[in-house]
């Protein structure tokens, strides 16, 4: 089974200096006092000897906060080496891939209320679709941020919240804009928006009247900043006004609130007047991913996850919340989780999971139906799980993401969709799913255009298990990626260390090797590739050539369906030496950081040529190139008889990095996942070689 993520702990046994970079403004401190890095002093060589043990901290510079670490996995917010002199001295004299702390300005944001997290109610949570039915028309539209309130931790309904508490900045900024007495808002009222640079912008609306008047000592000049005389600056946690309601902001009858969003200009770079005013009323009739409003909650201080996990429920009928925290956060309509369902959680607090969820067709129920994510609680007293717990951390094998070409994919009741959608169930850009590669059909021939007809099922939370269908069917086809390939891994290991040569060991029944393709005698021959991988050899015009060819142009994996260009060693575009930055055509995503142009010769060159006699070459996501991943090899970590001239280093992918503005996700073909780094994020500006995918028939 192949995982997506690996962690970098023990096995670092290819390097004895282990490089330190930062980006950002900070310093890397370790706890050893030994294995600092200053920002004055980076790249740091940081030699290692003897036993490498050392927890790495990333202290922000004033003004910064620390996001996180490229090349320690899934760690956060301590980055923890372990690594036993015996591997440090086999190796003695190279270098390990670096370990990145990464900072930055406005990217990790703090709570815009006096109250911390778990004291506030949210009222209408970010992406709710047909939140209300009033005469505003907000119906059949999706709230473009977070509602939120004052309250605390025994306030039994949104009566017992307090009508007033400030309201603060979530980070440095410039102030771009006050807009007062709702002029022309469409229902924000008093607003203040806030520059923080990278396209990043926050808004804060239904102000009481007056809006904050910000006086001299509110201008960055006066504030040692470089700008425009005239500017406002703001640094995070200054007040900016108090929470109202809808219009002039002292509304009777109205609950007061905090209507709190982000606006990302990159993200729809051809809407205009970001500070002008808020670019779209409080309601949109797309979801507001796909219009510039990203999802605020993965982006606050106590939430940041560095990478989606997956998780499953442990209680019938497990209540989905609008907020991580008050008992009174109200449960989302359709938001229950039964047992064993999985979920993908992008976000959490000490106590609560952010997970994902379909949203977005129309249907008969009114309220707060329609989220498209919601808080699942970790632990309570009536929970089963070890120390009560309510949900428990999955080994999670395939988490895929709607990709950026789509807006949405649809969620049908059966394979084929011959039944229909499901009324309450979308998945939007972005939003990630699980499922596995045995929970699958095969449906051809139906009224759903679905390529070979490949169809997986998915859980769906639903109000009212038996009533409303707890799971649905996705065609495979929408996500853009094939069937799984398998590890390439058919040895067994010894408990407590050690491999065997073959296929046997200590609960040999539950290792890697005794399942999928690898283990399969039928489709483990070793004739079409290592193991169970499988690959046919295309000629230049696109023509199957027999196994024994020795000039081919494409490989095609007749497990994925995927067509794949070879590297050669003749100067041309397809070199195996050649480099080029992350950015050009078919990258993901639309104006999010850098996009650089170099692999546009690679592209162009291919589709011009008519490569195989295919014209729709593109960059693969990481997903599509960590498939060709072969776990058993290293240097390089893909079966080299049938892709000879494969560089052992970092690849680029077609996907940015959602989590580091400027960086974009590489596949490493060293080393596989022994050096723990067989996937991470890295910045665009870095030169790497590029090879080129295209769908299968």
Not at 404 to 409: D, F, H, L, N, R
């Amino acid at each position: 089974m192949k995982h997506i993520f690996v962690l970098l702990l023990v096995v670092l046994a290819t390097a004895c200096s282990h490089p330190l970079e930062i980006v950002g403004e900070g310093d890397i401190v370790s706890s050893t006092g030994k294995n600092d890095c200053l920002l004055e002093n980076q790249p740091c060589s940081n030699i290692v000897a003897n036993d490498y043990i050392v927890t790495y901290v990333g202290e922000p510079r004033e003004g910064w906060s620390f996001v996180g670490w490229q090349g320690c996995g899934k760690q956060y917010p301590d980055c923890v080496i372990n690594v036993p002199a015996v591997y440090v001295n086999q190796n003695w004299g190279q270098t390990w891939p670096p370990l990145v702390g990464v900072f930055g300005k406005g990217v990790a944001l703090s709570w815009p209320l006096e109250s911390a997290v778990k004291d506030t109610r949210i009222s209408q949570p970010y992406a709710c679709f047909d939140c209300i039915n009033s005469t505003l028309g907000n119906d059949d539209k999706y709230h473009i941020g977070i509602d939120m309130r004052y309250c605390s931790a025994d306030a039994q309904s949104s009566a017992d919240c307090s009508t007033s508490g400030n309201v603060l900045s979530v980070a440095d900024g410039k102030i771009c804009n006050v807009i007062t007495n709702g002029s022309g808002d469409r229902g924000f009222g008093n607003t203040v928006i806030i520059d923080h640079g990278n396209g990043l912008f926050s808004a804060y609306s239904h102000l009481q009247s007056p809006t904050p008047a910000f006086g001299d000592e509110f201008l960055c000049s006066n504030r040692g900043v470089p700008g425009d005389p005239g500017d406002l600056c703001i640094y995070r946690g200054e007040k900016l006004g108090k929470i109202g309601g809808t219009s002039s902001g002292n509304e009777t009858g109205v609950s007061p609130h905090l209507h709190f969003g982000l606006i990302n200009s990159t993200l729809n770079p051809g809407d205009e007047g970001y500070c002008a005013l808020p670019v779209k009323p409080g309601y949109s009739e797309k979801h507001p991913a796909l219009q510039g409003y990203p999802d605020p909650w993965p982006l606050f201080f106590d939430n940041i996850l560095s990478e989606p996990v997956l998780v499953k429920g442990l209680m019938p009928d497990q209540s989905i919340r609008l907020g991580p925290g008050l008992p009174n956060n109200t449960p989302l309509m359709k938001g229950n989780v039964t047992t064993d369902q999985l979920f993908v959680a992008r976000a959490e607090t000490d106590e609560w999971y952010l997970v994902d969820i379909p949203c977005g067709n129309r249907s008969t129920e009114r309220g707060t139906d329609k989220a498209c994510s919601g808080w699942l609680r970790k632990q309570a007293e009536v929970c089963p799980g070890p120390e009560n717990s309510c949900v428990e951390l999955v080994e999670s094998d395939f988490i895929v993401e709607v990709p950026a070409q789509k807006e949405y994919i649809n969620i049908y009741k059966e394979p084929g969709g011959v039944n229909g959608k499901l009324s309450q169930a979308k998945l939007w850009r972005g939003q990630r799913v699980y499922f596995t590669a045995s929970a699958y059909t095969t449906v051809n021939g139906t009224g759903v255009d679905c390529a070979a007809g490949q169809w997986r099922k998915v859980d769906v939370p639903s109000m009212s298990p038996g009533i409303y269908q707890t799971y649905g069917w996705v065609c495979l086809a929408d996500f853009r990626v094939s069937a799984l390939n398998d590890t390439g891994i058919t040895f067994g290991g010894n408990y407590p260390s050690g491999n065997n040569a073959g296929c046997t060991g200590a609960t040999i029944a539950q290792q890697d090797c005794s399942h999928g393709r690898d283990a399969d005698p039928a489709t483990n021959d070793n004739s079409d590739g290592h193991a169970g991988f499988s690959y046919t050899k295309l000629s230049s015009s696109g023509s199957v050539l027999p196994a024994s060819a020795t000039n081919w142009a494409c490989v095609r994996d007749n497990v994925t369906g995927l067509v794949w260009e070879m590297k050669t060693d003749d100067g041309g575009i397809h070199d195996k030496d050649n480099r080029y930055r992350w950015g050009g055509k078919t990258a993901q995503g639309t104006g999010y950081g850098d996009y650089l142009a170099d692999w546009n010769v690679l592209v162009d060159g291919s589709n011009n040529a008519a490569l195989c006699g295919f014209t729709d070459w593109r960059v693969p996501t990481w997903f599509e190139l960590q498939n060709l991943v072969d776990y058993s090899r290293v240097s390089p970590s893909i079966d080299a008889a049938w892709f000879p001239y494969t560089q052992p280093t970092y690849f680029w992918s077609s996907s940015p990095s959602a989590t580091f503005l400027g960086w974009a996700w590489l596949v490493d073909f060293s080393t596989g996942s022994s050096s723990g780094f067989s996937t991470i994020p890295a910045t665009r500006a870095f030169p790497y070689p590029v090879r080129l995918v295209r769908a299968g028939q």
